[in-house]
């Protein structure tokens, strides 16, 4: 009944930009933090990024300064804005969100990854 429904990816050369967005939908009654991670080919799945209900953030040391996560909480949407990014960035990003449909009921969501190349 509920879903992460992502938007973006593709291919870029590097040095270039991409915005990656990240929408819940279906019976949500709240959402607490919301995140984005990446997982390369041979690699373990890694954190990008969080934003709390707050809007406190935090980054993996790899993409301070050149990534910025936001979210908009009347929308149920997360965005990843990705600048001067580099081939070591290339990865199957998911989205991630603490989704609650009602007081009592919590589950983690995962989006269906969108795929992120970037062009040495």
């Known amino acids: 009944q509920v879903q992460l429904v992502e938007s973006g990816g593709g291919l870029v050369q590097a040095g270039g930009s991409l915005r990656l967005s990240c929408a819940a939908s279906?019976?949500?009654?709240?959402?607490?933090?919301m995140g984005w991670y990446r997982q390369a080919p041979g690699k373990q799945r890694e954190l990008v990024a969080t934003?709390?209900?707050?809007?406190?953030?935090n980054y993996a040391d790899s993409v301070k300064g050149r990534f910025t996560i936001s979210r908009d909480n009347a929308k149920n949407t997360v965005y990843l804005q990705m600048n001067s990014l580099k081939p070591e960035d290339t990865a199957l990003y998911y989205c991630?969100?603490?989704?609650?449909?009602?007081?009592?009921?919590?589950?983690?969501?995962w989006g269906q990854g969108t795929l992120v190349t970037v062009a040495s």
């Open positions: 991630n969100a603490g989704v609650y449909t009602a007081p009592l009921a919590y589950l983690e969501l």
């Open positions: 934003v709390s209900r707050g809007g406190i953030t």
């Open positions: 279906g019976r949500i009654f709240s959402i607490n933090a």
